[in-house]
């Protein structure tokens, strides 16, 4: 069974596409936002890009997280 490491969270009008990245491997993630903006275009939903954001978390060995822009 292969490990899902990213996934895609509804809430009313919004979605959330939640991934874990470890060793640099974002391919999946990458995939299923490529795949998401396609099915909103072949659904004609509009997303709207001035509210979208990309949040990273790093967790460090130390213990210590900070979000990038």
């Known amino acids: ?3 899902i490491t990213s996934d895609t969270v509804n809430f ?3 979605t959330a596409i939640v991934g874990c990245i ?3 491997k974002e391919e999946e993630y ?3 936002v490529r795949d998401f903006v396609a099915w909103c275009h072949n659904n004609s939903l509009q997303l709207n890009t001035s509210k ?3 949040l990273v978390k ?3 060995l130390g213990g ?4 990038l822009d």
């Open 22 to 24: 470890r060793d640099d």
């Open 12 to 14: 009313a009008d919004d």
């Open 30 to 32: 990458r995939c299923l």
């Open 58 to 60: 790093v967790n460090t």
């Open 52 to 54: 979208t954001k990309e």
């Open 1 to 3: 069974m292969k490990d």
């Open 64 to 67: 210590t997280d900070r979000d």
